[in-house]
């Protein structure tokens, strides 16, 4: 069931929980939301308490109004359900604010599951323009969902139907607008040294160079940090092999006592 939370400038987040146990937070990715992790959240709720969450901006959560930032509105939820800690899970965009989160909010994670992620300050060769003042709102959709990014995904009919979903979902308000998202004073690649928590930086064999050079800088970078590299997947391993990646993700909690 999708419940809603009112932040203190008033802004709605929608969640959706599960589960009884240790928490797990889960961030979705770019143009995606908490649906993304519905063939996951039930395996990794076997055993655990899961909350998957919208960012703002994305799936039922409000749009951004004010300046925010992405993980001082996961505190606040963190808050507002009575959650001390809990193991935090994101990917691509989503573990980027899993990595912002651990080095902001040291003591409220217990764990860290950094997937496919992105990596403030990273030097992207990804070329990320949609030119997306030139296209409609569909054809950004379409050439989002045509990019190399995504490519291996595709493969697979259901997941590319998935994905499809996903995205025409999506309002595009990202695209359209300037988002008033605050970064951080200093790029959390240079603070990596910083987290504390016990760190799995999992990627698709699959992925673009690029994620697969920020899983290295991840496994490199943070004491302790293990690299899983996941065979026969790309970019979303929670919905191209969500299987092996709960069970990945389980042994590592276990392992770390979260």
Do not use: K
Not at 11 to 20: D, I, Q, T, V, Y
Not at 65 to 84: F, K, Q
Not at 163 to 188: C, D, E, F, I
């Amino acid at each position: 069931m999708i419940e809603r939370f009112t932040l203190p400038d008033g802004a709605c987040l929608a969640f959706e929980r599960s589960g009884r146990g240790p928490a797990t937070l889960l961030v979705h990715g770019f143009s995606l939301d908490l649906d993304m992790w519905r063939e996951m959240a039930p395996l990794l709720a076997a055993g655990r308490s899961v909350v998957a969450v919208d960012l703002r901006g994305f799936g039922r959560s409000d749009t951004p109004e004010l300046p925010y930032t992405h993980v001082a509105d996961l505190a606040a939820l963190m808050d507002g359900l009575a959650i001390e800690r809990a193991a935090i899970a994101g990917l691509s965009m989503g573990g980027g604010v899993a990595l912002d989160f651990a080095v902001a909010y040291p003591d409220r994670v217990s764990a860290l599951v950094a997937v496919d992620a992105t990596l403030d300050g990273f030097p992207w060769t990804i070329d990320w323009d949609l030119r997306v003042r030139e296209r409609t709102l569909d054809e950004i959709r379409r050439v989002w969902l045509a990019s190399d990014l995504l490519a291996w995904p595709q493969r697979d009919a259901s997941v590319a139907a998935w994905m499809a979903q996903q995205v025409s979902a999506y309002s595009g308000w990202h695209w359209r607008h300037r988002n008033p998202h605050l970064r951080p004073a200093v790029p959390t690649i240079g603070r990596l040294g910083e987290v504390r928590a016990p760190t799995l930086a999992m990627v698709g064999e699959h992925d673009l160079p690029d994620f697969r050079a920020i899983a290295e800088i991840l496994a490199r970078d943070i004491t302790g940090a293990r690299l899983e590299v996941l065979p026969g997947v790309g970019h979303l391993p929670p919905m191209e092999a969500p299987d092996l990646a709960a069970r990945v993700v389980l042994e590592f909690l276990r392992s770390v006592g979260a």
